[in-house]
C-alpha cells in the first residue's frame, strides 16, 4: 500500500494532510503548496500565461494541466478541488471568468468575459440538512475544440458544447449542445448550426432539440 493510499485509509490522517494543504474554513491551497508541490504535479505548455491577480486555487490531487499558449486572463479563479481541470492548446478564459473541476478545454476553444464554467452541483437530496453538508453532485463538463462561450453565461455540470460552436453572450447552457451549432438564451436553445455542403450557418427552421 503506497503512502497516498495509506494516508486515504486512515480519517485522522487524512484529515490532518488536508489541514497541511489547505485551512479548514478557507479552500485555498496553503503557500507551500503553490510554491513547491504544485509545480511537480500540474503541467504549464511553453508560452502559456497566468495573469498574477488571478486565483488559481488548484491542489495536488487533481490534474490541472495548462496547454501551450493558452491564456488564462486577469481576475478568474480556476479551482480543482473537485475534479480535474484540463485547458488545452490556445485557449482562453476571459477576464473574470470562473472555471471549476472537473472541466475539459479543448485546443483552441475560448471563454468570454465573466463566465461560469462548473462541473459540480451542491447535493440537495436531504431536505434535513444543509446543502453545504452533502456529498457534491459531480458530472465533468467538456467544451470541445474551437469552441467558444460569449460573455456573462453560464455552463452548468455534466454539459458538453460540441466542437466549434458559437454560445451566445448571457446564455444559460443546461443541455448538450452539438458540434458546428450556434446557441443562445436561457436555456441555451439552438438557432443556427453549419451546413458543410453551402459552407453556411444556416437558421434552424424548427428550435432543435438538445439532450
Known amino acids: 500500500m503506497g503512502i497516498v493510499s495509506k494516508i486515504k485509509s486512515n480519517p485522522k490522517t487524512k484529515q490532518l494532510a488536508l489541514?497541511?494543504?489547505?485551512?479548514?474554513?478557507?479552500?485555498?491551497?496553503?503557500?507551500?503548496?503553490?510554491?513547491?508541490?504544485?509545480?511537480?504535479?500540474?503541467?504549464?505548455?511553453?508560452g502559456s500565461t497566468i495573469r498574477r491577480n488571478s486565483r488559481i486555487d488548484v491542489f495536488p490531487w487533481n490534474r490541472f494541466d495548462v496547454g501551450e499558449l493558452t491564456t488564462i486572463e486577469s481576475f478568474c479563479t480556476v479551482n480543482n478541488g473537485s475534479g480535474d481541470v484540463i485547458l488545452g492548446d490556445k485557449v482562453r478564459v476571459g477576464i473574470g471568468s470562473v472555471v471549476i473541476g472537473p472541466v475539459v478545454m479543448g485546443h483552441g476553444s475560448g471563454l468570454g468575459q465573466h463566465v461560469f464554467v462548473s462541473g459540480f452541483n451542491h447535493g440537495f437530496a436531504d431536505g434535513s440538512k444543509n446543502s453545504s453538508d452533502q456529498p457534491l453532485d459531480i458530472k465533468p463538463t467538456v467544451i470541445?475544440?474551437?469552441?467558444?462561450?460569449?460573455?456573462?453565461?453560464?455552463?452548468?455540470?455534466?454539459?458538453?458544447?460540441?466542437k466549434r460552436c458559437q454560445i451566445g453572450a448571457g446564455s444559460v447552457v443546461t443541455k448538450d449542445i452539438p458540434p458546428y451549432s450556434v446557441a443562445v438564451g436561457n436555456p441555451a436553445k439552438v438557432i443556427k448550426t453549419f451546413n458543410p455542403d453551402t459552407g453556411e450557418w444556416e437558421r434552424v427552421e424548427k428550435e432543435l432539440v438538445v439532450v
Open 19 to 46: 489541514r497541511l494543504i489547505a485551512p479548514k474554513r478557507n479552500p485555498r491551497p496553503r503557500l507551500w503548496v503553490r510554491w513547491f508541490l504544485n509545480p511537480l504535479k500540474h503541467k504549464r505548455g511553453k
Open 144 to 162: 470541445e475544440d474551437e469552441a467558444h462561450i460569449g460573455a456573462n453565461s453560464v455552463v452548468l455540470a455534466g454539459v458538453t458544447i460540441g
